[in-house]
């Protein structure tokens, strides 16, 4: 399976509170119009005063005119507090909240209210509304929601997340997606280490294991590729590449590592989090676990929690000296 991956989500956390539509347009306008009338009777007179309500009437009647698309969006759906993230939509329930991965949400679109605040043209306010295969769903939010990647990439974030993750460099060794599969990775690329192979450039040290497993600009060059690599591929061996960073302590591969930590799979954004996270990178760029745990499996999670490497964070080894 290969073809070129969509554009990472721009966005990490967007949540919506419950969106009922007020009132009616026309009566609305026409109400508003009506206080104009009062008021600027008692200002300018009865004549003038009528003239200035018919305006601001129809201002309002044309500002509510922009909203009638936003309404639109709730029409049959069920106004409901939820949070989207890259990996899926986390719904507010009244027991426990239900986890929506991106193949459970058929349909996303929304719409934002611009107006004025102090004069200045702004985003108001957004409504969005998700169809899923049971129900519709419409919540909104303050300002512009910054959800255009998925509403043009929604299926293809679902493709993203059934890739299968590769045990190895070149995607010859599956996970099984049924089974935990942050053990096996970890187990799987530690392995890969002791032997150090020479497509790594590992360092060779003999007795002196440290630096046997010591990484040089050659397996910095060869992680880097893999992981900024945006060819679909399943086996995806990125998830691989992003552990062997952290096992070496390559802290060079970070800004990589932080690339990938809003990738629509949950696995793979995962384990970058926690290697940028274990190379220094601090949390306010590579977020937290707790980000992304409801999309794992409590052993991938555990796994990733306990995840210690051998070596510390290092430069490469200068080869060359």
Same mark, same amino acid.
């Given at each position: #399976?290969?073809?070129?991956?969509?554009?990472?989500?721009? &966005?990490? =956390?967007?949540?919506?509170?419950? =969106?009922?539509?007020?009132?009616?347009?026309?009566?609305?306008?026409?109400?508003?119009?009506?206080?104009?009338?009062? &008021?600027?009777?008692?200002?300018?007179?009865?004549?003038? /005063?009528?003239?200035? @309500?018919?305006?601001?009437?129809?201002?309002?009647? !044309?500002?509510?005119?922009?909203?009638?698309?936003?309404?639109?969006?709730?029409?049959?759906?069920?106004?409901?507090? #939820?949070?989207?993230?890259?990996?899926?939509?986390?719904?507010?329930?009244?027991?426990?909240?239900?986890?929506?991965?991106?193949?459970?949400?058929?349909?996303?679109? !929304?719409?934002?209210?611009?107006?004025?605040?102090?004069?200045?043209?702004?985003?108001? =306010? $957004?409504?969005?509304?998700?169809?899923?295969?049971?129900?519709?769903?419409?919540?909104?939010?303050?300002?512009?929601?910054?959800?255009?990647?998925?509403? @043009?990439?929604?299926?293809? =974030?679902?493709?993203?997340?059934?890739?299968?993750?590769?045990?190895?460099?070149?995607?010859?060794?599956?996970?099984?997606?049924?089974?935990?599969?942050?053990? &096996?990775?970890?187990? $799987?690329?530690?392995?890969?280490?002791?032997?150090?192979? $020479?497509?790594?450039?590992?360092?060779?040290?003999?007795?002196?294991?440290?630096?046997?497993?010591?990484?040089?600009?050659?397996?910095?060059?060869?992680?880097?590729?893999?992981?900024?690599?945006?060819? @679909?591929?399943?086996?995806?061996?990125?998830? &691989?590449?992003?552990?062997?960073?952290?096992?070496?302590?390559?802290?060079?591969?970070?800004?990589?590592?932080?690339?990938?930590?809003?990738?629509?799979?949950?696995?793979?954004?995962?384990?970058?989090?926690?290697? /940028?996270?274990?190379?220094?990178?601090?949390?306010?760029?590579?977020?937290?676990?707790?980000?992304? /745990?409801?999309?794992?499996?409590?052993?991938?999670?555990?796994?990733?929690?306990?995840?210690?490497?051998?070596?510390?964070?290092?430069?490469?080894?200068?080869?060359?000296?």
């Amino acid at each position: #399976m290969e073809g070129v991956l969509p554009p990472l989500p721009d &966005f990490r =956390y967007v949540g919506l509170d419950p =969106y009922r539509p007020r009132g009616i347009l026309v009566a609305g306008a026409l109400a508003t119009g009506a206080g104009a009338f009062v &008021f600027a009777s008692s200002l300018i007179g009865p004549g003038r /005063a009528i003239l200035t @309500a018919i305006g601001v009437a129809g201002a309002a009647l !044309f500002s509510q005119r922009l909203r009638r698309n936003v309404h639109s969006l709730s029409k049959n759906a069920a106004p409901t507090s #939820m949070a989207i993230v890259p990996w899926g939509v986390i719904i507010a329930d009244d027991t426990a909240p239900r986890v929506l991965r991106w193949a459970s949400a058929k349909h996303v679109e !929304f719409d934002t209210v611009h107006g004025r605040e102090d004069g200045v043209p702004t985003a108001l =306010y $957004s409504v969005v509304r998700l169809r899923t295969e049971r129900e519709q769903l419409c919540g909104m939010t303050a300002g512009a929601a910054p959800l255009e990647r998925l509403v @043009a990439y929604l299926h293809d =974030y679902d493709d993203e997340q059934h890739h299968i993750l590769a045990a190895d460099l070149d995607g010859q060794t599956a996970a099984d997606p049924l089974d935990p599969q942050v053990a &096996f990775l970890l187990e $799987s690329a530690r392995g890969h280490l002791a032997t150090a192979p $020479s497509t790594l450039g590992l360092a060779e040290g003999g007795y002196r294991l440290r630096y046997a497993r010591m990484g040089t600009p050659i397996t910095v060059d060869r992680l880097r590729a893999i992981l900024r690599d945006r060819t @679909a591929r399943s086996p995806d061996p990125r998830a &691989f590449a992003a552990i062997l960073a952290a096992e070496l302590g390559l802290r060079e591969l970070t800004p990589e590592l932080l690339s990938l930590v809003q990738s629509p799979h949950p696995v793979l954004a995962a384990v970058a989090k926690r290697a /940028a996270l274990l190379l220094g990178a601090p949390t306010t760029k590579a977020g937290s676990l707790d980000e992304v /745990a409801p999309f794992l499996g409590e052993a991938d999670l555990g796994a990733l929690s306990g995840w210690r490497p051998a070596v510390a964070p290092c430069d490469v080894l200068d080869t060359s000296l």
